[in-house]
C-alpha cells in the first residue's frame, strides 16, 4: 500500500539554521503531497501542500518540491525560527481519500 | 467559529468503562474522520465517513464503533476501554482531499488508568 518515510528524529538547531526534513514516498498512480506540523499541545495544521510532479508547495519561509524521479519531497527552510519547534509530518493522499502520515520529525530550535 | 471542534478535551477514565468523544465540523465537508496518535507521535487512520457513509475502515478492535448522525458530526464510542486505549484522538474532516489536505480537531487525550 501506499506509505511515506521521513527523516527520524529529534532534530536539534540553533535559530537561523537551515533545516531539511527528508520524506519518500511508495504510491501507485500520482498521489498528492502535503506536510504537516504540530505545536505542542495542539492540532495537526496543513502547512503545505503539493498536487502534482514538480509542484512546489511553499508556506511561512517552508518549501517542499514534489520529485516523482526520486518519489521525495523534502521540507526545508533556510532560517528557522524558535517558533518553529514542532512536530513535522509528511502525508501521501491515496486515491481512497485516506492520508498516510509519516512518523513524525520532532523539531527543536534553541535560542 | 471553530472548524474542526471535538468534545472532551481531556478524558481520564478507568479500564472497563465505556466512553464516547464527539467531534463537529462547520466547514461544510463531506467526509470526517479519526486518527489515533500513540505516544511516539505515530499518527494511524481509524476510519472515514463520506457523507454518512462508512468508506475507511481500518484494523481497530471492534470495541471502538463510529457513528455518523449526519456529514457535520462523526462520533467515537470506545466500549470496554483498555491501558493501550490511551492516546490522542484527532477528528478531521475535508472536502476534496487531493487539493485542500484534511482540517484537524485539537485532540482528545484520552488516558485509561
Known amino acids: 500500500g501506499d506509505s511515506v518515510t521521513q527523516m527520524e528524529g529529534p532534530v536539534t538547531l540553533s535559530e537561523e539554521a537551515f533545516l531539511t526534513i527528508n520524506c519518500t514516498y511508495t504510491?501507485?498512480?500520482?498521489?498528492?503531497l502535503f506536510w504537516y506540523v504540530q505545536y505542542p499541545g495542539e492540532g495537526l495544521q496543513l502547512l503545505l501542500k503539493?498536487?502534482?510532479?514538480?509542484d512546489k508547495g511553499s508556506n511561512k519561509g517552508f518549501e517542499a518540491t514534489y520529485r516523482k524521479e526520486t518519489t521525495s519531497f523534502h521540507l526545508e527552510k533556510g532560517s528557522v525560527q524558535v517558533s518553529d519547534s514542532a512536530v513535522y509530518f509528511c502525508?501521501?493522499?491515496?486515491?481512497?481519500?485516506?492520508?498516510?502520515f509519516g512518523a513524525g520529525t520532532t523539531v527543536t530550535v534553541r535560542a | 467559529d471553530t472548524a474542526v471542534s471535538q468534545t472532551p478535551k481531556y478524558l481520564v477514565t478507568q479500564m472497563g468503562n465505556d466512553k464516547s468523544i464527539k467531534c463537529e465540523q462547520n466547514?461544510?465537508?463531506?467526509?470526517m474522520y479519526w486518527y489515533k496518535q500513540d505516544s511516539k507521535k505515530f499518527l494511524k487512520i481509524m476510519f472515514s465517513?463520506?457523507?454518512?457513509?462508512?468508506?475507511i475502515n481500518e484494523t481497530v478492535p471492534n470495541r471502538f464503533s463510529p457513528k455518523s448522525p449526519d456529514k457535520a458530526h462523526l462520533n467515537l464510542h470506545i466500549n470496554s476501554l483498555e491501558l493501550g486505549d490511551s492516546a490522542v484522538y484527532f477528528c478531521?474532516?475535508?472536502?476534496?482531499?487531493?487539493?485542500?489536505?484534511?482540517?484537524f480537531g485539537s485532540g482528545t487525550r484520552l488516558t485509561v488508568v
Open positions: 478531521a474532516s475535508s472536502q476534496d482531499p487531493r487539493e485542500k489536505g484534511y482540517t
Open positions: 504510491a501507485t498512480g500520482y498521489p498528492s
Open positions: 503539493a498536487t502534482k510532479a514538480d
Open positions: 502525508a501521501l493522499k491515496s486515491p481512497d481519500y485516506k492520508l498516510s
Open positions: 466547514l461544510g465537508h463531506d467526509t
Open positions: 465517513y463520506n457523507n454518512k457513509e462508512l468508506i
